[in-house]
């Protein structure tokens, strides 16, 4: 479709003022609101023993979370592209249902699954607590980014086919040996990229980590609670844009590793 000059501009005009609205003026007052006391008060705020303690929580939670949901979205992946098996229909719903989900109600049904009374709520009582602990947060956040290796590999291993693997069957290479060989070479940028997508949900995962938490400084609090915290329960408006200003630049990094990644994906 052929567009007039003046309609072209519009369009742009529009899209742009719509981003700016939306996404860049927020940022802008948070960033303003940050620095308004200067750089020392923000270093101040977030070097803070809640601040430290929740920047490590928030690491140590990706930590455990990208590995495993490496594995898990890899082997999907790979049993979703290669496989035929009844039920096939039935995983792909499940994998995406994170996305349809409200990250409360995953909280709900953890605490109906873990809690002191739930199904399998005996554990706390043998010394093994899940909610409103590491263990529950880090349940929490597997499901909401579940399907983020999955969909990137997926479509990547479909692009391929199996043609390298069933040569190196032929020539008597193990399922192991064609694995690491053929296999993850060719599906190293897809799963990059969902690595980096893992890592930037499970940082700013708000929802269902509050379901499954104490939310107390220094023990059970995350970067995104330390901000809901220092803004709702103590007032403490400049503490909480600086805490945000830390995850947006957390979230800044990420997101300039995605773009690299795709540049670099682009040119192979």
């Known amino acids: 479709m052929n567009l007039s000059w003046p309609t072209r501009i519009s369009l742009r005009v529009v899209a742009l003022g719509y981003l700016f609205v939306l996404l ?81 109600v995953v909280g709900v049904a953890l605490i109906l699954l873990w809690g002191v009374h739930g199904w399998f709520g005996g554990l706390e009582g043998a010394g093994f607590k899940v909610i409103f602990g590491l ?25 391929i086919g199996d043609d390298q693997e069933q040569a190196a069957a032929t020539l008597g290479a193990t399922r ?43 023990k059970s609090q995350t970067l995104t609670l330390l901000v809901h915290g220092r803004y709702i329960n103590d007032h403490n408006t400049f503490g909480a844009y600086s805490a945000a200003t830390l995850l947006m630049a957390l979230a800044l990094i990420t997101l300039l590793l995605m773009t690299l990644l795709e540049r670099k994906r682009g040119t192979k």
């Open 24 to 104: 860049v003026s927020p940022l802008i007052i948070i960033l303003l609101r940050t620095f308004e006391k200067g750089i020392g008060a923000f270093i101040d705020s977030i070097t803070t023993p809640a601040a430290i303690s929740a920047f490590q929580l928030s690491m140590i939670i990706v930590a455990i979370v990208v590995p495993l949901n490496v594995i898990f979205g890899i082997f999907t992946a790979l049993a979703l592209v290669r496989g035929k098996f009844p039920g096939r229909t039935l995983v792909q719903g499940i994998v995406d249902l994170p996305f349809a989900v409200s990250p409360v």
């Open 135 to 159: 263990p529950g947060m880090v349940l929490a956040t597997i499901f909401v980014t579940l399907p983020f290796v999955v969909r990137e590999v997926e479509p990547v291993l479909h692009e």
């Open 176 to 218: 192991w040996q064609t694995f690491w060989r053929i296999t993850l070479p060719a599906i190293r940028w897809g799963l990059t990229y969902g690595v980096v997508l893992t890592v930037a949900r499970a940082l700013g995962e708000f929802g269902a980590v509050i379901m499954v938490s104490s939310a107390q400084p220094g």
